[in-house]
């Protein structure tokens, strides 16, 4: 059964770097063609796609945050990240780590396996 | 402000259907069959109840079906039940390697 499970801090500064891990298990990152992706949600808001990432590291980001996103793999851990720089508290958001539907065509499935989510608050 | 428009809440009683619309441009929802519907109950991780368009994962009741006419989407609930009181979000491919969603749509079964 595949899970993912975020992890990283739960509190930010502004003007920080955000970091947060998708750990996988159920399924090898290295030897699928997804585009793992992060998905974010403030509080009572909708969702947002952040980025997308498959094993050979090639990626794809929201366009309105691609100045401060990165997102990484660890094929070696089974793992792949997202660093959101200069955060204000408009990033504050419960943070999802998804896997989608079809493997190798970007967004085409949509995502149908998800973490449980991590909420991330920017504050001093 | 979303790229994809949804109306903010729909709803219907037990048993009746109820349309939810997804509404972008010729570059979203209107050049690519790549829409997806999720399915959001509170304090849960969205549920994908539709891909390309029309299509329901394996488990998904068949009661959820969506369509597309020109730069609209449409998740059609049949038979509604108490448990499909959930917000609901579409998706899009965007072309350029961009994906964007909806800003929701709350539905209340009555």
């Known amino acids: 059964q595949l899970q993912l499970q975020e992890s990283g801090p739960g509190l930010v500064k502004p003007s920080e770097t955000l970091s947060l891990t998708c750990t996988v298990s159920g399924d090898s990152i290295s030897s699928s063609t997804y585009y793992w992706g992060w998905i974010r949600q403030p509080p009572g808001k909708g969702l947002e796609w952040i980025g997308s990432?498959?094993?050979?590291?090639?990626?794809y980001y929201c366009p309105s945050l691609k100045s401060r996103v990165t997102v990484s793999v660890d094929t070696s851990k089974n793992q792949f990240s997202l660093k959101l720089s200069s955060v204000t508290a408009a990033d504050t958001a419960v943070y999802y780590c998804a896997r989608p539907m079809i493997r190798g065509i970007f967004a085409r499935g949509g995502f149908n396996y998800w973490g449980q989510g991590i909420l991330v608050t920017v504050s001093s | 402000q979303s790229a994809l428009t949804q109306p903010p809440s729909a709803s219907g009683s037990p048993g009746q259907s109820v349309t939810i619309s997804c509404t972008g441009t010729?570059?979203?929802?209107?050049?690519?069959?790549?829409v997806s519907w999720y399915q959001q109950h509170p304090g849960k991780a969205p549920k994908l109840m539709i891909y390309?368009?029309?299509k329901r994962p394996s488990g998904v009741p068949d009661r959820f079906s969506g369509s597309k006419s020109g730069n609209a989407a449409s998740l059609t609930v049949s038979g509604l039940q108490a448990e499909d009181e959930a917000d609901y979000y579409c998706?899009?491919?965007?072309?350029?390697?961009?994906?964007?969603f909806g800003g929701g749509t709350k539905l209340t079964v009555l």
């Open positions: 010729s570059s979203d929802v209107g050049a690519y069959d790549y």
């Open positions: 390309e368009v029309s």
């Open positions: 998706s899009s491919y965007a072309g350029s390697n961009n994906l964007v």
């Open positions: 990432i498959n094993y050979s590291g090639t990626t």
